[in-house]
């Protein structure tokens, strides 16, 4: 008999099979598993998003996407989920992919991606980039959120070779810590308790940038849910918006993260953040839902 198991814990009895079609898609290997919900809903909850999402009980993604019916307004709405269960505001390499996968579905070169944080504008450019406008950077203590009423661009938070970082919300929580060398700080032992310090309510995701030239940094996001992954967009949205504001940067840079480049903008006109970057398909399948635990 088949059996899913949920990471780190037991089996779970065979419901039945529940056969679904998914695509691997991912962004600067930031990889995605992702289905397909616009025409019947799918009964994907936390637990089996979380499951599949396991890298060896299950598929193994970074976020698990369900595409939604769109509201009015936008092409399709996407639903993001952490390899913890938990739901995310904002993705800024799902953004790009689901993009792509609708915009190529269409014959269309412009489509809106829909999340639980607003209506995101999303453009083909030529060479297979893609620049999706992940909206405004926000900036009040309360937005990012904060549990306290803090300046968001000095944070009063420290641990080990980091200090001071700055928070801003794109739609989900961010902190990034400026360093002068990022091999020496040790993400793995830091980052999950960055990312669960009673200063971030919500818990966040956690960005160590260093400062390469004017135009260009080095990135490393341990993602809240997630832990370290080879590139987050929303953390490239956010180290650009708190390298801006501490002034390191101009508005405009390319952001080196471990799974490869993002170009960045923070638009000086109306404060909206764009990215631009490939996507991919790895690969397709049919998975059975019911193998995991519900
Ligand atoms: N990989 C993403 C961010 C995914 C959500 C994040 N872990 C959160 O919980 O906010 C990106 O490319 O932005």
């Not at 769109?70 to 800024?92: H, K, L, Q, Y």
């Not at 260093?210 to 997630?226: H, Y």
């Not at 390298?243 to 109306?270: K, N």
């Amino acid at each position: 008999m088949l059996r899913g198991r949920v990471p780190g814990g037991g089996g779970t009895a065979y419901i039945g099979a529940i056969m679904v079609p998914f695509r691997k898609m991912h962004g600067l290997g930031n990889d995605f598993v992702v289905v397909d919900a616009r025409a019947a809903a799918l009964p994907v909850t936390p637990a089996r998003a979380a499951a599949i999402a396991d890298r060896h009980f299950g598929i193994g993604c970074d976020q698990f996407i369900v595409l939604e019916p769109p509201p009015p307004g936008a092409d399709v709405f996407m639903r993001i989920r952490n390899p913890d269960g938990s739901e995310a505001e904002a993705c800024g390499n799902a953004t790009r992919c689901i993009a792509s996968l609708v915009a190529d579905e269409r014959g269309a070169d412009r489509v809106v991606v829909r999340t639980i944080a607003g209506a995101l504008p999303v453009e083909r450019l030529p060479g297979g980039l893609w620049r999706a406008d992940m909206g405004p950077a926000r900036l009040g203590w309360q937005e990012v959120p904060l549990a306290r009423a803090v300046d968001t661009l000095h944070v009063p938070l420290a641990l080990g070779p980091v200090a001071d970082p700055a928070a801003c919300s794109m739609g989900n929580p961010h902190a990034t810590f400026f360093v002068d060398d990022l091999d020496a700080i040790p993400l793995s032992e830091i980052g999950p308790r960055l990312e669960h310090d009673p200063i971030f309510p919500e818990r966040a995701n956690i960005g160590f940038a260093q400062i390469l030239a004017p135009d260009r940094m080095r990135l490393v996001i341990w993602e809240r849910g997630a832990g370290l992954t080879l590139a987050c967009g929303s953390g490239a949205c956010a180290g650009i918006v708190n390298a801006v504001r501490r002034g390191l940067t101009g508005r405009r840079a390319t952001v080196t993260m471990p799974g490869g480049d993002l170009i960045m903008e923070w638009r000086e006109s109306d404060g909206h953040v764009l990215m631009t970057g490939p996507v991919a398909t790895a690969f397709s399948g049919t998975l059975d839902l019911g193998a995991y635990a519900s």
